[in-house]
């Protein structure tokens, strides 16, 4: 017999997938930080791998809003930043997985925006606190359809880009990613198990910057996919 719930569960995230009617249901969002050397730099930060281990954060499953939605301006912020990043989308999971055996878990790529509320970011990490709420809040994760690992490959090259109103904001590469896609996947499993569902936003190219209310953003992942939002009035 099922379980009774005292109220209604809520609605299951998921996402789009490319040329197929079935949902990708959403366990968890990961994110790492600082991903691409230019835009690291742009943060103040220095790029050098060394032998740091990447790190992450995470948004709510619930975070995920479709391409094509229109989403309110975020209260608590008056500068909502964009970030296009490459979105693996993973089928299988599991424990301490080794780089070489770690793209066998991904079933699918997408066009994904890492949106930020990033004065609250900014003022959490000069205060040393922790800055979940500039990233884990409402809406934070548009992301496009996946592209199934069976009809794309895995991408290690291509442009990745995004325009606010038809104006060019970012552009580079996925050859440029610091932290390779099987490299993100053994760092994470070492973390925390990863399970089919999970979603990992692998960071954003150089060109961040504020949304305003009624802005247009498109975003795109050459041979993955794209993703289109607005922002409300
Ligand atoms: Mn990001």
Known sequence: MSAEFIFPPPPFPSVA???DARRFPVRRIFCIALNYAAHAREMGKDPAKG????????????????????????????????????VAALGKGG????????LDCVFGYAAGIDLTRRDLQTAARG?????????????SAPIGAISPVA??????????????????????????LIWSVPEIIAALS??????PGDLI???TPSGVGPLLP????????????????????
């Open 127 to 139: 205060a040393g606190r922790p800055w979940d709420m500039s990233k884990g809040f409402d809406h």
């Open 95 to 102: 424990a301490d997985i080794p780089a070489e055996r770690a």
């Open 51 to 86: 032998g740091e281990a990447p790190v992450f954060f995470s948004k709510p499953a619930d975070a995920v809003v479709e391409s094509g939605a229109t989403i309110p301006y975020p209260t608590l912020t008056h500068d909502l930043h964009h970030e296009i990043e490459l």
């Open 190 to 195: 070492r973390n925390v198990a990863i399970a």
């Open 151 to 176: 009809a794309i490959g895995h991408p290690t090259r291509g442009r990745i880009a995004l325009s606010v109103n038809g104006v060019l904001r970012q552009a580079g590469d996925l050859g440029d």
């Open 201 to 203: 936003f692998t960071g």
């Open 214 to 233: 009624g802005d247009v953003v498109d975003g795109e992942v050459e041979h993955v996919g794209s993703v289109a939002v607005s922002i409300g009035k």
């Open 17 to 19: 997938i490319a040329q």
